[in-house]
Nanobody, 112 residues
């Protein structure tokens, strides 16, 4: 199965921005960015189809943008106006049915 490597996480102040990247080891189709905060279940943040249609969780709508580069088998998540509640480990995976394998994720910490 395809494997994923997430990158681009870090520590940012509230209101700041980050761009996450997800490099896949093979061809990708419909993809999603998911996140898991401490003590909480993993949740879908954004999704993009192979044709480029997108969908977002209400909590990030208007602040996050998902995009993809099919020539590089890479998916991106541009995050703006970050809030402390966005703090989580962010993962990419197939959507709507993720592969059983999850990458190491990218830690995003929003704090002053």
């Amino acid at each position: 199965q395809v494997q994923f490597v997430e990158s681009g996480g870090g520590l940012v102040q509230p209101g700041g921005s980050l761009r996450l990247s997800c490099a896949a080891s093979g061809s990708i189709f419909s993809m999603g960015w998911y996140r898991q905060a401490p003590g909480k279940q993993r949740e879908l943040v954004a999704a993009i189809t192979s044709g480029g249609s997108t969908d977002y969780a209400d909590s990030v709508k208007g602040r996050f943008t998902i995009s993809r580069d099919n020539t590089k088998n890479t998916v991106y998540l541009q995050m703006m106006s970050l809030k402390p509640e966005d703090t989580a480990v962010y993962y990419c995976n197939r959507h709507p049915v993720p592969y059983s394998y999850w990458g190491q994720g990218a830690q995003v910490t929003v704090s002053s």
